[in-house]
């Protein structure tokens, strides 16, 4: 199947609203890090030298962040790309709109090997959500061979090494404070363009991602990346789940850039959770991306025409093991690339018009 593009990487990112204005919004001086009241601090224990070593509370511990998220709300970002373009752009006639629909909501801020400093560029936004009082949602998204099947949003770490120390400093940069993270978008399903040997180290990448994530952050409601109801097996994805340390995180992210319904995604959650039971693994707490499917998938993936923006970011609840939360992680009004609506508009790129259309369906 066709690979689903995600947001860009690079020089596109920002086109519109112009990247001196977004990395500007990166510089802002760090404030010391602080627990908030729901958070949940990991336990020092002795290692066999005597010496003092951090260890990571149970992954429940992450349901105090999503109480926080419920009780406080999500972080809406100010200098997302559709409130930066708004900003600019107070006389035209899309602006309340999208200013309304788009740049007043929570959604995710996406990490990726375009920022000069991982460490400096998360612990400064996930400074500027502590002191709203609100829980952050992130994506990281910086595996080496990103996007390698249709290379939209291609990119990454340059190899294996670089990506520990890479995500080792962003999970390093939330630390003990309240957030959501989405874990690397498409990479357990992005198979087909793999080598055998590629697929293995990706597994243990992101085996060494959660486990970043469970020691640095343990306060960070990780959902590992598993594709979408339309991109492979749900016996294949909990395989690749299983070996990708899904154990070490709250649970895992389905539809992310995507326009499945509701419907369609718990049908396969449940199929996933059916599957990682069959393996004796623990059913897991799943979220979903809506920022798009508020008309479902029409079978084109870049750019199509008619599609909605979807139920605005919340938690749905904190026990179970379903569908937890729907939230918007694909950055509404981003290109999925030179195609389908939007031929000459690089992915990642904000446009207007593409906003714009999805606020009415068109």
Known sequence: MKRKTLTAAGAGLLAVVGLTSFFATQSATA?????????????????????????????????????KAIDQGFYV???SQSALWTAANPNDSRTPAISASLAKQPMA????DWFTSISKSVGDYVDASEKA????ILVAYSIPNRDVCSGHSGGGESSAAAYRTWISSYAGAIKSRPAVVVL????LADYSCLSAAQITERESLLKYATEQFRSKAPNTVVYLDAGNSKYAKATDIAARLSKAGVDNVRGFALNVSNFHTEAEE????????????????????????????GNGWNGNWCNPVGRKIGVTSRVDSTTGTGLEARLWIKTAGNSDGECGNAPTIKAGTFSPQIAYNLIYGK
Do not use: C, Q
Request: positive net charge; charged residues 20%; proline residues 10%.
């Open 31 to 67: 404030t010391p890090a602080t627990t908030t009241s729901a958070a949940v601090k990991a336990t020092p224990t002795k290692s066999g030298n005597g010496a003092s070593i951090a260890t990571a509370p149970p992954v429940s511990a992450s349901t105090a962040t999503l109480r």
């Open 266 to 293: 718990k049908a396969f959650g449940t199929a996933v959770n059916n599957a990682l039971a069959a393996k004796g693994k623990a059913k897991k707490p799943y979220m979903m991306d809506t920022s798009r499917n």
């Open 133 to 136: 009082g609100k829980v952050p």
């Open 184 to 187: 690397e978008p498409d990479a």
């Open 77 to 79: 970002d100010p200098k």
């Open 109 to 112: 801020r996406w990490f990726g």
